[in-house]
């Protein structure tokens, strides 16, 4: 008999539940619509300190065990996975809990891992120790289109890596406390963009960062600017901010033979050839997107799938705590170079 997973939802908010019933979204587009969808998980419990939104979880997902404090959840239902869905403010102190609590043997933990590189430590400390494998929610990194283009990359089909650029920028005001919203743009969404930096161009060696805060330096930025080197020579150039009046979340590939952009509106290849406007010059030709080809998983059922395989076989997710850490090293170099006069900040921290 095929072996089910009991799942409970701590933090039944958004991502967890909610984004579910967007009309317009791919499904799943969420974590609860990943574990219905998955053949070897069932949501058996939920938590949140919010009671209305417990209910309205527990009625869309036909939910009865239903918790505000988790510790009671991890105690009374014995979940074998969690995901932690709740703010980024608690993600270290819930993981670290379920981690040393003995039955749990999985965890779906969303991004940013935490707020800071020392509870994000301690996180995935806890995991090892315990041996509970633990994914974090950088969701394009299971999505098939990034999948294949980091796989053609890494085979070499499309050349060699030269240079990354990106983009994260959304609505958010910046009149915003960097304390009470938690730090600002850049950390939100961009930690999506930089996580995808690492997936397509490896380790970091250092950052320069600059930002812009209109409304001073308690308060979050409207634009933060990044420029990557890569430990491979590769370089980068992230940009993220708010205050503009729509999201963008777009990165654009180039290596010495071709150029890839993805994002959430674009999928477009690009190779090197002869021009056919110029006598003697190569220039860049749009071409037809590579199909999937096996790789077209829906990237929340993919975040499951690789946190089961890691149950079962030890083997490390794609998306692992050490990825989560390092996507929030390279924000924390940012920042702080961005504080110490825009000097570049070597990794790691
Ligand atoms: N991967 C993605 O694309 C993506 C998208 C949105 C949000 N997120 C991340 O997911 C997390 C949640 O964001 P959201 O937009 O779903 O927020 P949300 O406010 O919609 O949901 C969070 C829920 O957690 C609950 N909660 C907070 N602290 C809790 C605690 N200690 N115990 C139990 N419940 C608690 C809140 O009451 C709320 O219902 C954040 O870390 C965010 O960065 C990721």
Redesign the pocket.
Known sequence: MRKVYKVAI???????S??EDDPLRGKPASHSGAYCAHQKTKIIAG????PD?LKAFGKRWKVTALYGD?RELLSFEKPDIISV????E??AE?VTYAAKSGNVKGIYC???IAINLTQAKRMIRACKKHNVAMVV???RRWDGQYRMIRNMLHSGELGELKSITGYALGASPPKLSRKKSGRGPMF?DGT?LIDLFRFFGGDVESVTGFDERPFGDKCVESTAVGLIRFKNGASGLIIGGGERGYFHFEIDIHTDKARVVLGNHVAELYMAEESKRYTGFTELAKKPFPPLNGHGVNAFVGGVADLIKEIETGERSISSGEDGYKALEVITALYKSAGNGKTPVELPL
């Open positions: 701590i933090g039944c908010g958004r991502i967890a909610l984004l938590c949140d300190i919010d939104n988790y869905t709740t703010w980024t608690s993600h819930i969303e991004k940013p929610g950088h969701e939100h999506h």
